[in-house]
């Protein structure tokens, strides 16, 4: 005797079936970067799902604001020529990357990370932020606490945090 698959609803499955068309949609996903190989494996999941729900990908970079000191300024690499090397190397990640027929936007500014990672989030009004994590632990992660913690923590939407190590699913 044949069986077929059984799932938990109750009924049985197909394993030749065309899947059912998705429930959530995906319009705007967001994919902070900081250019370190970690950042760049959120990609690897914003590419795939921006394929499948026909999403917009924005790539995001939040750099960190000049010091100053009694003497003024202390970053000499500060102004429109740096925002503009930042997104001339997010335009060729974007190049490399992502598929040319996916559309992508790219927003550069100076800020605190995770603040304006989330305000960036409101303002296009994402579905899906895709984060990584170096996934710091112990007196590093206690100084410089975590980015995508506080991301998910206070995030409007829900979050995919990629980590530097894992099993991936894509």
């Known amino acids: 005797m044949k069986t077929e698959p059984f799932d938990s609803s109750g009924g049985s499955t197909n394993a030749g079936a065309k899947p059912a068309p998705a429930?959530?949609?995906?319009?705007?996903?967001?994919a902070p970067l900081d250019f370190s190989e970690t950042s760049l494996k959120s990609l690897k999941y914003a590419v795939p799902f921006a394929k499948q729900f026909g999403a917009k990908i924005t790539l995001a970079h939040i750099a960190k604001p000049p010091l100053y000191t009694s003497e003024g300024?202390?970053?000499?690499?500060?102004?429109?020529?740096?925002?503009?090397s930042i997104q001339e190397a997010l335009l060729r990640i974007r190049n490399t990357e992502i598929p040319a027929d996916l559309p992508v936007e790219i927003i550069v500014r100076y800020g605190h990370a995770f603040e304006d990672i989330l305000t960036v989030a409101r303002e296009i009004r994402a579905d899906l932020i895709i984060a990584t994590t170096h996934g710091y632990t112990g007196l590093?992660?206690?100084?410089?606490?975590?980015?995508?913690?506080?991301?998910?923590?206070?995030?409007?939407?829900?979050?995919?945090?990629?980590r530097e190590v894992e099993h991936d699913f894509v």
């Open 23 to 30: 429930i959530t949609h995906l319009k705007s996903i967001l």
């Open 73 to 84: 300024l202390y970053a000499e690499s500060f102004g429109p020529e740096h925002l503009a």
């Open 140 to 162: 590093k992660h206690m100084l410089m606490g975590s980015t995508a913690e506080n991301i998910v923590r206070r995030a409007p939407c829900p979050v995919l945090v990629v």
